[in-house]
């Protein structure tokens, strides 16, 4: 059976949240010095990626309509397979600045598919 490829904008819209009350108050010097903080940021990118991975699976369409998708899902597969040599000040810079417009274009795509 096929599965909503609304849970996938759910799941990844979950995981924007957690990143956003996970780095609240925080700087990047406090991210740099917590790893379980630097952790719990990685995992929840990498929910995202995998979400809209597979929500482009099951609808091709709604996932071309995400900005950036390929370099999202890129951006997990970094993370995963290349764990060793991940760049905390990009995945800082990934969380301040492009989290909270994914966030809102993904809050906008659940609510026009009701």
Request: proline fraction near 4%; charged fraction near 25%; avoid cysteine.
């Amino acid at each position: 059976m096929r599965r909503d490829p609304r849970t996938y904008l759910w799941d990844a819209l979950r995981a924007t949240e957690l990143l956003a009350e996970f780095s609240s108050g925080k700087s990047f010097a406090d991210y740099l010095a917590d790893a379980m903080l630097r952790s719990a940021v990685e995992r929840q990118f990498e929910i995202i990626g995998e979400a809209l991975n597979n929500l482009s699976k099951v609808d091709q369409k709604l996932a071309a309509s995400i900005p950036d998708l390929p370099r999202i899902v890129a951006f997990r597969n970094i993370l995963i397979h290349g764990y060793a040599s991940v760049d905390d000040a990009l995945v800082w810079q990934v969380l301040a600045e492009k989290r909270p417009q994914l966030e809102e274009h993904i809050r906008q795509l659940l609510a026009g598919l009701g």
